[in-house]
């Protein structure tokens, strides 16, 4: 069954860039076809999508987020990664990486427990 | 980017009643494809419903989904004491994805 784990810094200094990391365990990430994604939610707010990765490694992005944002995969240790530059503190919140498959009808299928995330000094 | 719009914001219900939840896009969803998700708190959301209508791998048959173009709906035919949470809507027919602002059903 797959799983998935996200890590990285829990505080994250204004104007510095955050960087996550999502572990993929009980299968690999280029199997597929799949959209691998990161979404973050603030504190009593909604779900907002950042962005995606496809098996084939194509990339898209929230316009809104765009400039800022890489999202990459290690195919070696079996991670996604994100990469959020120039952050303040409207980007604090939960992060959450996520997986759509097909047989979901690319609806988000398995989710992280997700990684809180504050921005600040 | 299609903008969803959900409704009502709370719906304060009791156990055993129908909760009727509602997601309006900005624009019409290509195929359907809206999914609807629970959240309760401190927990990653579930994925209950794909492609508007079609339940997720072991979700209760008291969930349904219904919908077209614009207008989608998340029943709850019977609502069950663990059933009290957070629903949000998505849809993945355009890019970017979106998601609605969330519907809390209450006790």
């Known amino acids: 069954q797959v799983q998935l784990q996200e890590s990285g810094p829990g505080l994250v200094k204004p104007s510095q860039t955050l960087s996550l990391t999502c572990t993929v365990s009980?299968?690999?990430?280029?199997?597929?076809?799949?959209?691998w994604s990161w979404i973050r939610q603030p504190a009593g707010k909604g779900l907002e999508y950042i962005g995606r990765l496809y098996t084939s490694g194509s990339t898209n992005y929230n316009p809104s987020l765009k400039s800022r944002v890489i999202i990459s995969v290690d195919t070696s240790k079996n991670q996604l990664s994100l990469k959020l530059s120039s952050v303040s503190a409207a980007d604090t919140a939960v992060y959450y990486c996520?997986?759509?498959?097909?047989?979901?009808?690319?609806?988000?299928?398995?989710w992280g427990q997700g990684t809180t995330v504050t921005v600040s000094s | 980017e299609i903008v969803l719009t959900q409704s009502p914001g709370t719906l304060s219900l009791s156990p055993g009643e129908r909760a009727t939840l509602s997601c309006r896009a900005s624009?019409?969803?290509?195929?359907?494809?809206v999914a609807w998700y629970q959240q309760k708190p401190g927990q990653a959301p579930r994925l209950l419903i794909h492609?508007?209508?079609s339940r997720a791998t072991g979700i209760p048959d008291r969930f349904s989904g219904s919908g077209y173009g614009t207008d989608f709906t998340l029943t709850v035919s019977r609502l069950e004491p663990e059933d009290f949470a957070v629903y949000h809507c998505?849809?993945?027919?355009?890019?970017?994805?979106?998601f609605g602002q969330g519907t809390k059903v209450a006790i």
């Open positions: 009980g299968g690999s990430i280029m199997s597929g076809p799949y959209y």
């Open positions: 996520a997986r759509a498959s097909d047989s979901s009808g690319y609806g988000f299928d398995i």
């Open positions: 492609d508007a209508s």
């Open positions: 624009q019409s969803v290509s195929n359907s494809q």
């Open positions: 998505q849809q993945y027919g355009s890019s970017p994805w979106t």
